[in-house]
């Protein structure tokens, strides 16, 4: 049941074969099955999932032609869901029940998919391990005793375990592709602005972006189908029409020119993942592609710029988590400050209360031109880097981290470390640009992904050259043992 | 860039977090070291180039001025911790 | 020593548009505790603000009326604080690029004399909700239906030297964005609220002296008094030897002083940056041009206007041109009268009598302009006197109808046949022969003060309703026989 992908199973129940209610029990039935080992869930909505199968079910019959309807999937735990605990994996938000729905999930909805529950993540999406959940870490299906990769781990873990056939995450400095290779799954970040964040808890306003995680490619490229648009509700949604994401994934791929970064296979990237990516890259010639060395020379740059940025606007986004309104609120407060601070020290992880301190140091008085300011202007060097290797290449390819899957706990004594393993990922969000994570080998036995980057709104690029890629090699097929043995 | 324990301490009240003494020396070490991360930002000239704010640099959309919200007070109350006679309670405000 | 106050205001205008700054919410004043909120004006998790065409219409109309720089390019900033009537955590505003830029207006002393005011910026901002301190189990309530309501703040140079400077200007602002129609000027709705810095320094000294906010003052009154009492306090404090301590004050109209708002150890530290969930708003300049072109008249030309077509005094056409509300009633009663100067006394005279007896705006008048404008028109045709026009007047307040109802009704109109007239004369010089018989026998000085005597009789005979203008002969020349 794990490799089935969207399309076949959209064919399947049109014909007949199964029933979208049949398909949800199955998966409901996995997810208790092995969820108690992975953790990837934090509400698994039973109820409504059957509710929306069987209404699914009634619109195929129907004849409706969504290919999402009745295909059961999971959504990251920070997009809002009418009617469903929403909680960013955060205690400050255990008991947030919102009645409005996010614009992603909403237009799933209206294609038919049926939710099967809300996926764990980092708290409030910040990590690249999912160790800061206030739910617990969750573990990879492909080795329980190592990380999944942050923040979109539950939605990765998964996908990859067969416990959903696809998932939403968000991507604010490479939350979707690091566990998207981490699990062996197919994850895109779009273009900033491609996909609406109505209703997404905003981590980092300028580099949010919300995106598919799947089996495939072609699945990915179903569910950007639904998620992408314009909309009313999101001043910095994009109004520039959205393309058939599907129609050109079989485009050949003669006469592609992929750029290498020189910068993204220096000192730091595990050989046996350069290997597989060389190879990757080996299989890309083979389908016609050329390529081209180039350099993107303020790389480095992206981690301290990145820094600075995302706790800045994130130290003000979650101000609004002040226990008045919502969420939680200290056992009886001694004053109104009594109120704010200990709501808010007890109510967010670690984690969280540190990139709030970096950023509220960073904005104030006297430091704002020196960190704030200079972090804009590196971010204005960084984009330019992109914008002149993308007059030269079509596509950008490279590894999405320098290790696979590390253990659970070994980083988290030294969190400077696990920020630099975001490397690779940071400068796409700075840039704004779309970039996927595809399964491409694997290394001491855990997945390596590929990343893909493309230029603005090239997302359906992305998926050809992805898809094409997974037409040509089986990367993408390979099921942990966890989930065949199931 | 080395921060004080007095620094975090007012870096937390700004940001209205409770610090005991022992997470306060955490996040001294912590914060100290991401503020050395960060500090690598200095050494490149970035004289004349214009800070970036949003990667798509484009400009904001304007709504049309017509009320289309309904009264939902109700519905957003149910999420509040405490509330009465339709307001959010907070402990008293003092000026 | 010979002190010199130095004030600048910066003043929050509330814009009239239906829907808040960034949500689909109303605006509308006076509704249930947050019922005119959606998940933005809430701050609800996820929530994501859109901006409001209209106002930014009207800060750039405002713009145009004070000569300013418009900001072609503006940015939305965030200014970061916690308080629990700021529902996100931070109040959307504009910082480094206002949409309104520097600008200036005159103002007209009560000597007569004009007075130019620099106007430093204006810039969008969203208002915050409103924290009721009434008991609620020892606790504060918290209503958020006036939470991103648009603002317009307007900040002017420190260019005004007293109270009456200071409270001139305010009444020019109001009177300007009332005309415009951007703001409905409304002070004890809080439609615009006023804070006062203010600071003292030695005569002929150039640097300014350490200042105070006075914060939220809404009215006039308020205004020039909250500044008396605060130049009083800073002199008293300075002639000591004292220094003045930079901090913001609230001004207690109940006491009729102002005291510390929040201690020094408490400022804050607002952390502004742009605002990530909103773009930069570019303007066209056909866009600002059209605006310019449509731009209403505004208090100064309509004055101007008022002297050259309707040949009133300075003073006149000042009074009357002060809000937009008394400036359209005006014109409206002089089209329907088709007497400017008559209908401008009458605004002025009996109607002011009557609003401010009552403690009414012009807007709120029980005797709307055109049934003002029709109880002229009995003046202007003789059907009535003005004495009689008054009574007529009092009977419109009282809501009993227009004047032609109730001079018909109470049978109030004039006399106008001469023949009527005579006799009616003849029968008062027969009732007072005595009076005859004096008059007669007086010289030309005794006969003029005598004829008032026969005036006032003959008018209490026809109980008011003969004209003067056609007594007046016929009595001479009967009286003298």
């Given at each position: 049941m794990v490799d089935q992908s969207i399309a076949s199973l959209a064919k399947k129940l049109r014909a007949k074969e199964i029933s979208s209610v049949e398909l949800t029990q199955d998966y409901l039935a996995r997810i208790k099955q092995l969820d108690g080992q992975l953790?990837?869930?934090?509400?698994?909505t039973d109820e409504i999932a059957l509710a929306q199968a069987e209404a699914a079910d009634k619109l195929i019959a129907s004849?409706?032609?969504?290919?999402?309807?009745g295909i059961p999937i999971a959504h990251k735990d920070l997009f809002c869901t009418d009617g469903i605990l929403t909680t960013c994996a955060s205690k400050m938000l255990h008991n947030f029940v919102p009645p409005y729905e996010s614009t992603v999930t909403g237009r799933m909805l209206a294609s038919g998919a049926v939710t099967l529950g809300k996926t764990n993540m980092d708290e409030f999406a910040?990590?690249?391990?999912?160790?800061?959940s206030h739910y617990g870490a969750v573990k990879n299906p492909?080795?329980?005793?190592k990380v999944p990769g942050g923040s979109s781990g539950g939605s990765a873990a998964a996908v990859a375990a067969g416990l959903c056939v696809a998932a939403t995450g968000t991507d604010t400095g490479g939350s979707i592709r690091q566990p998207a290779s981490f699990c062996g799954i197919s994850g895109l970040k779009p273009t900033?602005?491609?996909?609406?964040?109505?209703?997404m808890i905003a981590y980092a306003s300028s580099l949010d972006q919300a995106g598919p995680m799947a089996r495939s490619a072609e699945d990915c490229a179903h569910i950007l189908q639904s998620i992408a648009g314009f909309d009313?509700?999101?001043?910095?949604?994009?109004?520039v029409a959205t393309e058939?994401?599907?129609?050109?994934?079989?485009?050949?791929?003669?006469g592609l020119t992929i750029g290498l970064p020189k910068e993204y296979f220096?000192?730091?990237?595990?050989n046996d993942v350069a290997t597989v990516i060389q190879d990757a890259v080996k299989e890309f010639e083979k389908l016609g592609a050329k390529v081209k060395e180039i350099s993107l020379p303020n790389l480095n740059l992206s981690i301290p710029s990145y820094y600075v940025i995302a706790p800045s606007e994130a130290s003000s986004n979650l101000?609004?988590?002040?226990?008045?309104?919502?969420g939680y609120r200290c056992e009886d407060p001694k004053d109104l400050m009594d109120m704010y601070k200990r709501s808010r020290g007890e109510g967010f992880g670690k984690e969280v209360q540190k990139r709030i301190m970096v950023g509220t140091y960073a904005l104030s008085e006297g430091y704002y031109d020196a960190y704030y300011l200079k972090a804009q202007r590196i971010r204005r060097l960084i984009k330019e880097d992109f914008v002149k290797a993308f007059d030269e290449v079509d596509v950008i390819m490279g590894?999405?981290?320098?290790?696979t899957a590390f253990g659970i706990g070994a980083k988290t004594d030294d969190p400077i470390a696990m920020y630099l393993e975001d490397i690779y990922t940071l400068s796409i969000n700075l840039a704004g640009i779309p970039a996927m994570s595809i399964p491409a080998g694997f290394a001491e036995g855990m997945p390596v992904g590929l990343q893909i980057m493309g230029n603005y709104f090239a997302e359906a690029k992305l998926l050809n050259v992805a898809h094409k890629f997974q037409q040509a090699t089986d990367w993408h097929t390979k099921n942990p043992s966890l989930a065949e043995g199931a | 860039m080395s921060l004080e324990k007095q620094d975090v301490l007012k870096i937390a009240h700004l940001a209205r977090l409770s610090l005991n003494d022992n997470d306060a020396e955490q996040y001294q070490h912590s914060l100290t070291s991401v503020l050395d991360l960060v500090e690598?930002?200095?050494?490149?000239?970035?004289?004349?180039v214009e800070p970036l704010?949003?990667?798509?640099e484009a400009k904001q959309r304007l709504r049309d001025d017509v009320v289309t919200e309904e009264n939902r007070r109700e519905a957003f109350l149910a999420n509040a911790p405490q509330t009465e006679a339709g307001l959010f309670l907070v402990p008293k405000v003092i000026d | 020593m010979n002190w010199e106050v130095v004030i600048g205001l910066e003043i929050h205008a509330q814009l009239?548009?239906?829907?808040?700054l960034f949500s689909g919410a109303a605006t509308s004043?006076?509704?249930?505790?947050?019922?005119?909120?959606?998940l933005v004006d809430l701050g609800m998790p996820g929530a994501l603000p859109v901006f409001n065409k209209e106002a930014l219409r009207m800060a750039v109309m405002f713009g145009q009326a004070v000569n300013a720089e418009i900001g072609m390019t503006s940015v939305f900033a965030r200014k970061n604080y916690f308080y629990p009537d700021l529902p996100k955590g931070y109040q959307t505003s504009q910082m480094d690029h206002p949409i309104v830029g520097k600008g200036h207006l005159d103002i007209t002393l009560d000597d007569g004399t004009v007075k130019r005011v620099g106007i430093t910026r204006a810039h969008l901002e969203e208002d915050a909700g409103k924290s009721l301190h009434e008991d609620f189990q020892g606790m504060t309530g918290i209503d958020?239906?006036?939470?991103?309501t648009p603002l317009l703040e307007i900040v002017s140079e420190?260019?005004?030297?007293s109270a009456k400077e200071a409270v001139a200007y305010v009444k020019m602002i109001h009177s300007i964005v009332t005309y415009l129609g951007i703001?409905?000027?409304n002070m004890a709705e809080g439609s615009m609220r006023c804070d006062i810095n203010i600071s003292l320094r030695p005569k002929g000294q150039e640097e300014f002296g350490t200042r105070t906010e006075i914060k939220n003052v809404n009215s006039f009154r308020f205004i020039e008094r909250a500044i008396y009492t605060e130049i009083e306090r800073q002199a008293d404090i300075l002639e000591d030897g004292g220094k003045i301590t930079q901090e913001t004050r609230l001004y207690d109209p109940d006491k009729d002083e102002t005291r510390s708002m929040?201690?020094?150890?408490?400022?804050?530290?607002?952390?502004?940056?742009?605002?990530?969930d909103l773009l930069p708003i570019e303007l066209t300049q056909e866009y600002v041009n059209e605006i310019a072109a449509n731009l209403p008249e505004l208090p100064v030309q309509k004055a101007e206007r008022f002297m050259s077509?309707?040949?009133?005094?300075e003073y006149d056409a000042g009074v009357l041109s002060a809000t937009r509300a008394m400036a359209d009633y005006f014109e409206e009663v002089a089209k329907v009268a088709g007497n400017a100067k008559l209908a401008a006394n009458w605004v002025m005279g009996e109607l002011s009598k009557y609003l401010n007896t009552e403690g009414k705006e012009i807007t709120e008048s029980s005797v709307t302009a055109e049934q003002l404008g029709g109880l002229l028109v009995r003046i202007e045709d003789n059907t009535i006197n003005g004495k009689t026009a008054k009574n007529v007047l009092q009977s419109m307040w009282e809501g009993e109808g227009s004047a032609d109802q109730i001079i018909e009704a109470k049978g109030?109109?004039?006399?106008?046949d001469t023949g009527a007239i005579e006799s009616m004369i003849q029968g008062v010089l027969d009732a007072n022969a005595a009076q005859v018989e004096q008059f007669r026998a007086s010289d030309e000085d005794k006969q003029k003060k005598m004829i008032g005597f026969f005036m006032g009789q003959v008018m209490k005979a026809s109980q008011g309703k003969a004209n003067p203008g056609m007594v007046t002969p016929i009595l001479n020349k009967l009286l003298k026989g």
């Open positions: 953790n990837s869930y934090i509400t698994v004849g409706s032609t969504s290919t999402l309807a910040m990590g690249s391990s999912n160790e800061n492909w080795n329980l005793d900033y602005g491609r996909v609406s964040r109505f209703g009313a509700s999101d001043s910095t949604c994009s109004e058939d994401y599907t129609a050109n994934l079989e485009a050949p791929l003669e220096g000192d730091g990237l595990n101000s609004r988590f002040d226990g008045v309104r919502y590894p999405v981290a320098p290790t | 690598q930002m200095q050494s490149v000239d970035t004289n004349g704010s949003h990667p798509l | 009239s548009t239906q829907s808040k004043f006076g509704a249930e505790p947050n019922t005119n909120t959606t958020l239906n006036r939470s991103s420190p260019d005004m030297r703001c409905d000027g929040r201690s020094k150890e408490d400022a804050n530290d607002y952390r502004y940056f742009p605002c990530p077509e309707y040949k009133l005094s109030l109109k004039q006399v106008t």
